[in-house]
């Protein structure tokens, strides 16, 4: 099974539930990894604001913020490789890098939100 990392930019928090207004991105991508851990899927987020030493220790997420500086975040690697970088992966991206179906799919593919899975809208 592929192991997927996400890096996260500076924030307070990684559900988007704080501050002034929701992030539906941030809501989204928390609530999709939450589903994929359930499933036990190896899919981890680091956050610079709280996990700095993960960014420093890991060769590829150093090499490309010296280069491209922290405007480049989020990054997410597959099996150790930038898979896509200044935005979260999509749920199709998701899908077809882990080969499993993700709940949500066919209402972001139809442009509606999917933050809360197979649940419906928020």
């Known amino acids: 099974m592929k192991k997927i990392e996400i890096f996260d930019p500076a924030m307070c928090c990684s559900t988007g539930v704080c501050g002034p207004s929701i992030d539906s991105e941030l809501l989204r991508i928390a609530t999709v990894i939450s589903s994929l851990k359930e499933k036990g899927i190896d899919i981890v987020r680091h956050g610079l604001s709280s996990e700095p030493q993960d960014f420093v220790n890991n060769e590829v997420i150093k090499d490309?913020?010296?280069?491209?500086?922290?405007?480049?975040?989020?990054?997410?690697?597959v099996d150790g490789k930038v898979a896509k970088s200044k935005e979260y992966p999509?749920?199709?991206?998701?899908?077809?890098?882990l080969e499993v179906e993700i709940a949500g799919k066919q209402?972001?593919?139809?442009?509606?939100c999917c933050c809360c899975g197979s649940e419906g809208c928020c």
């Open 64 to 77: 490309i913020l010296d280069k491209e500086g922290v405007d480049v975040l989020p990054v997410t690697l």
């Open 90 to 97: 999509t749920n199709e991206e998701l899908s077809q890098w």
């Open 107 to 112: 209402q972001e593919e139809a442009g509606e």
